[in-house]
């Protein structure tokens, strides 16, 4: 069985950051690629973020040259580190893993005050 468990969200001021941190129940060298998706009340969920086994990196342009995704394949996390943050960053951020057709963890409240 896998599982994942998002952590590090929060309250912050506009122009701040927070670290989110993924934690996954198995080694992440055996997930193709995990990505971090967000949704704020009223909207779809919404892809942000995506590393693969190799590192390659893809981030939306919301959040691009502001986010930043990493892996520690000792650890079994992936990570979010989110600066310059905007009110228009405030969601529940979810960990999605592409393994056995898509795993997702429980999300993670980050808001963002003006």
């Known amino acids: 069985q896998v599982w994942l468990v998002e952590s590090g969200g929060g309250y912050v001021q506009a122009g701040g950051s927070l670290r989110l941190s993924c934690a996954a129940s198995i080694s992440i060298s055996r997930i193709n690629t995990i990505s971090w998706y967000r949704q704020a009340p009223g909207n779809q969920r919404e892809w942000v973020a995506t590393?693969?086994?190799?590192?390659?990196?893809d981030y939306a342009d919301a959040v691009k040259g502001r986010f930043s995704i990493s892996r520690d394949n000792a650890a079994k996390r992936v990570y979010l580190e989110m600066t310059s943050l905007t009110p228009e960053d405030t969601a529940v951020y979810y960990c999605?893993?592409?393994?056995?057709?898509?795993?997702w963890g429980q999300g993670t409240q980050v808001t963002v005050s003006s």
């Open positions: 590393i693969s086994t190799g590192g390659t990196q």
């Open positions: 999605n893993a592409k393994i056995y057709g898509g795993v």
